[in-house]
T-cell receptor, first 111, second 118 residues
């Protein structure tokens, strides 16, 4: 069964600190892995998308890594800001038109 | 980046009435659109996949007669919640996938629609 698991479920950090979110997946066939940021009451917004051959990809203060051998990905946020408070969703594409969603990590950045 | 516009963002309706939600791809042709439902503090749950010009494919457990999906053009898909009940109250999100230069596997999401049935 295709599954995407994320940890932690929720996280509270102080503004300015770094944090790392984890994503483990068992998805076949694997096409790509995406990280989305979803603000409360809004649709998800793409942060990064990585294919099988990519190990790391950055988007500003967001850096995603992918280990296709262990089927793990991480999203690292540096110098967190209050606006980073949101849910972060890991999504794995299992072939054409098939997206498997993780349950998300709810991040709260406190002042 | 590509933009997907979803309308309305919020709607309140009475039980028994029908509500239509629109999803438009503004700067690309979406060959495939997806409709999701999201419960509080939960991840997105796929309801159906629609391809332009053909009938939607519904996920198991989703009533196709209750959630009518129309994808009549490459830029517009609609979800109609028929005979709405309070248990249909939820956050509905669409996403569109299409060939955008080299990003042919990218999926862009609408802003979501908060439906409240009273």
């Amino acid at each position: 069964k295709n599954q995407v698991e994320q940890s932690p479920q929720s996280l509270i950090i102080l503004e300015g600190k770094n944090c790392t979110l984890q994503c483990n997946y068992t998805v076949s066939p694997f096409s790509n892995l995406r990280w989305y940021k979803q603000d409360t009451g809004r649709g998800p917004v793409s942060l990064t998308i990585m294919t099988f051959s990519e190990n790391t990809k950055s988007n500003g203060r967001y850096t995603a890594t992918l280990d296709a051998d262990t089927k793990q990905s991480s999203l690292h946020i540096t110098a967190s800001q209050l606006s980073d408070s949101a849910s972060y969703i890991c999504v794995v594409s299992a072939g054409f038109q098939k997206l498997v969603f993780g349950t998300g990590t709810r991040l709260l950045v406190s002042p | 980046g590509a933009v997907v516009s979803q309308h309305p963002s919020r709607v309140i309706c009475k039980s028994g009435t029908s509500v239509k939600i629109e999803c438009r791809s503004l700067d690309f042709q979406a060959t495939t659109m997806f409709w999701y439902r999201q419960f509080p503090k939960k991840s997105l749950m796929l309801m159906a996949t629609s391809n332009e010009g053909s009938k939607a494919t519904y996920e198991q457990g989703v009533e196709k007669d209750k959630f009518l999906i129309n994808h009549a053009s490459l830029t517009l898909s609609t979800l109609t919640v028929t005979s709405a009940h309070p248990e249909d109250s939820s956050f509905y999100i669409c996403s569109a996938m299409g060939q955008i230069y080299h990003m042919n596997t990218e999926a862009f999401f609408g802003q979501g629609t908060r439906l409240t049935v009273v």
